[in-house]
């Protein structure tokens, strides 16, 4: 970013536009985000929590790495990119036409009423199966 004589800041785009005697500053004073801060005598550093196994690189946007996991990939569609349509088990029992064909599955969801305003929402009970076991999970 630059900023010019009377203190307004320029977009990188507009800095070869300049009106006469006007001068530009370069504004470098931005903070790196690739440096590992210190503490004393100990670093602090990235800990990972598993294996990752890269298999591939792609490069979109910087290289960007393509790693193996165990989704089941059906198809692809080209909708603003290649993107995967996975195979899964959810069960559907009909389908509705509101912003595209949606998916509607079966649950064990015992439902009350609906909710008229925005598209017939369902409402069901706040009441849980087993709380106690829920409560010993948050503790």
Known sequence: MSINSSGEARSPRRKNLKLNGETTVENNQGKSWDQVEHSGDQ?????LLGK???DNTLPVGGIRPVS???LQVVETRNVMGIRPVTGHLFEVA???NQSGTRPVGTSDLVIYETYSAMGNRPIASN?????????GFLD
């Not at 009441?127 to 409560?135: R, V, Y």
């Open 43 to 47: 670093q602090k550093g990235i800990e």
């Open 127 to 135: 009441t849980i199966d087993d709380p106690e076991s829920l409560m």
């Open 68 to 70: 193996s996991s165990d």
């Open 94 to 96: 009909h389908t509705m």
């Open 52 to 54: 990752v196994e890269v």
